[in-house]
């Protein structure tokens, strides 16, 4: 499943929020820099969805703030 994510590094608390069934806003504390906030978020959905993070893969997005994340066999319930 392709998952759609407003990210927002540099943020004082970590923290996923939910839209609706495939739209989400992640805040991390990683800067922009070095793939590390891509690396922060991929973490923070995999805790999120209880997997494990090597299954969270970025596809698109990887300089931008909307960035889309596919998750294999995932089935999201709407919050």
Same mark, same amino acid.
Do not use: C, W, Y
């Given at each position: 499943?392709?998952?759609?994510?407003?990210? *927002?590094?540099?943020?004082k608390n970590e923290?996923?929020?939910? =839209?609706?069934?495939? +739209? #989400?806003?992640?805040?991390?504390k990683e800067p922009? *820099?070095?793939?590390?906030?891509?690396?922060a978020i991929a973490? =923070?959905?995999?805790? +999120? #969805?209880?997997?494990?993070?090597?299954?969270?893969?970025?596809?698109?997005?990887?300089?931008?703030?909307?960035?889309?994340?596919?998750?294999?066999?995932?089935?999201?319930?709407?919050?």
């Open positions: 499943m392709k998952i759609f994510v407003r990210a *927002k590094p540099n943020a923290r996923v929020e939910q =839209a609706d069934k495939t +739209h #989400f806003k992640v805040l991390v922009p *820099k070095e793939d590390r906030a891509n690396n973490r =923070a959905l995999a805790r +999120h #969805f209880g997997i494990a993070s090597s299954r969270v893969k970025l596809v698109s997005g990887f300089a931008s703030r909307q960035k889309i994340f596919e998750i294999p066999g995932l089935s999201i319930r709407a919050n």
